[in-house]
């Protein structure tokens, strides 16, 4: 996830994860696979959530969608039934994935072997989210059925401060039924705030004035259950990097 234009052309970008203060790394997926996510998250989960009985499509979100490893992995993981590419009707699940930084998007949709049933788009979250609605206009809905952004809130949090991370939040609830998150833990943000200062690269705009600290998880959690009809609904345990997987829902 990015929240400005850059370019992932940087030579830095390749070799110091520091010289990406937006979380557009260039070889995410290389230093933390899309299958350490997956081991947790169940096969059978749109089934769980009966998703699959609705007689539309189903509609993912995935935020901060990288080079778009990730979403390729979730599909073929999630969906059971074996989509073929040449057929639309094979399957009624599509994936839309979104990441601000245009170099990996473009690697993205390049590399995108579903492309009747994934979809790629630049598009920074905190600035435009008219291409959301759009999208979900074609599909005749009003809202994506699960939204999975991972990783993500702290790059947010860090570039746009507590009311860009509250914002964030508030508009992906306002447009999914479900939301998964994985939420980076305080600790990780002086991670970023040190590899920033190694590089002698100015320090993140908001980092010294933010309020929403410590357990960054509780916060998000009260925020979406008090201000965003959401609920906790479970807990798929934790990654390598002990950051928990989380699922909410919208309340009726």
């Known amino acids: 996830m990015a929240t400005c234009t850059v370019s992932t052309d940087d030579k830095d970008v390749i070799t110091e ?14 230093f933390n696979p899309p299958e ?6 169940p096969a059978s989960l749109l089934q769980d959530l009966r998703l699959k009985e609705d007689h539309g499509d189903t509609l993912i979100l995935d935020v901060g969608c990288n080079s778009g490893d990730l979403s390729v992995a979730l599909y073929k993981h999630l969906v059971q ?23 990996l998007i473009q690697r993205a ?20 989210t008219q291409q959301l609605q759009d999208y979900l206009r074609q599909h005749d809905s009003t809202h994506f ?6 990783a993500v809130t702290m790059w947010v949090h860090l570039n746009h401060g507590d009311s860009g991370l509250l914002k964030m939040l508030s508009h992906l609830a306002s447009i999914s039924q479900h939301l998964l998150l994985e939420v980076q833990p305080w600790k990780c943000y002086r991670s970023a705030a040190r590899r920033l200062r190694k590089l002698g690269r ?7 004035t933010l309020k929403i600290q410590g357990d960054i998880a509780e916060h998000v959690r009260e925020h979406l259950e008090k201000h965003c009809s959401m609920e906790l609904v ?4 934790c990654t390598t990097w002990s950051r928990k997987l989380v699922l909410f829902k919208r309340r009726d």
């Open 17 to 30: 994860p520091g010289a990406a203060p937006y979380g557009n790394f260039i070889n995410y997926y290389s």
């Open 36 to 41: 350490e996510r997956l081991r947790l998250i």
């Open 81 to 103: 039934e074996p989509a073929c590419a040449e057929d639309p009707e094979s399957s009624k699940v599509h994936i839309l994935g979104f990441d601000l930084d245009e170099t």
């Open 145 to 150: 059925h699960l939204c999975v952004c991972l």
């Open 109 to 128: 949709q390049q590399s995108n072997p579903l492309p009747h049933f994934l979809s790629f788009i630049p598009l920074d979250v905190t600035e435009d």
């Open 234 to 237: 479970q807990v798929f345990g």
């Open 202 to 208: 100015t320090d993140f705009e908001h980092f010294k």
